[in-house]
């Protein structure tokens, strides 16, 4: 009964490949995040859904594209891969009306571009 | 802009001791939550704590508390009864507004090892 799931947990890739981070979650929460983790463990807000609608777009190329089918997913498309987009990717939701405002956290998806 | 500062890289300390991890933040806001997470090796981002910045009393979870100084804008967190599973990399979190405006700010983490 996990709550936030990521697939995969390791993706290894070429430059300049396309490929995608699933997330789900069965938490019934409405808003849901990615956020960055570099090599040096910083962590970044990227994007943030609520209700399947864009509400935060930090300064991220392009080339990645969230994208929320319903209120439980939200998927990472990143295209043209470059070495750089080596990180781990964390997904997270929060229920907008709980005063805790807790964001849960997925186990996060190491991607390295070779 | 709002920041967040942890100015220990790395703390170490023996097993059953007690420990304080600092966290400085900037904002202008007067209504924001605090947040410590702890990353173990396991990579999974876990909840230790949390404060409201309109309560005055200090959270305490277990064997973590808190020391929020809302004017000098700090949040130290204490871990009293050191286990070796506290050994992890702990992250300061700032949040103004919630929900659907609300980001996570991280400082750059403290890494913590427990020695037995």
């Known amino acids: 009964d996990t709550a936030v799931s990521q697939t995969p947990k390791y993706l290894v890739t070429q430059m300049g490949n396309d490929k995608s981070i699933k997330c789900e979650q069965n938490?019934?929460?409405?808003?849901m995040y990615w956020y960055k983790q570099d090599s040096k463990k910083f962590l970044k807000i990227m994007f943030s859904?609520?209700?399947?609608?864009?509400?935060i777009n930090e300064t991220v190329p392009n080339r990645f594209s969230p994208k929320s089918p319903d209120k439980a997913h939200l998927n990472l498309h990143i295209n043209s891969l470059e070495l750089g987009d080596s990180a781990v990717y964390f997904c997270?939701?929060?229920?907008?009306?709980?005063?805790?405002?807790?964001?849960?956290f997925g186990p996060g998806t190491r991607l390295t571009v070779t | 802009a709002q920041t967040v500062t942890q100015s220990q890289p790395e703390m170490s300390v023996q097993e059953a001791e007690t420990v304080t991890l600092s966290c400085t933040y900037d904002?202008?806001?007067?209504?924001?939550?605090l947040f410590w997470y702890k990353q173990p090796p396991s990579r999974q981002m876990i909840l230790v704590i949390r404060?409201?910045?309109?309560?005055?009393q200090n959270a305490t979870e277990n064997r973590f508390s808190v020391n929020f100084q809302k004017a000098a804008k700090s949040f130290s967190l204490k871990i009293s009864d050191s286990q070796l599973g506290d050994t992890a990399m702990y992250f300061c979190?700032?949040?103004?507004?919630?929900?659907?405006?609300?980001?996570?700010?991280f400082g750059k983490g403290t890494k913590l090892s427990v020695k037995p």
């Open positions: 404060q409201e910045a309109y309560k005055q």
């Open positions: 997270a939701s929060s229920q907008e009306l709980l005063a805790s405002y807790e964001q849960y």
């Open positions: 904002t202008s806001e007067s209504n924001y939550y």
């Open positions: 859904y609520n209700n399947k609608e864009l509400i």
């Open positions: 979190a700032f949040m103004t507004g919630g929900g659907s405006q609300g980001n996570l700010i």
């Open positions: 938490l019934g929460h409405d808003t």
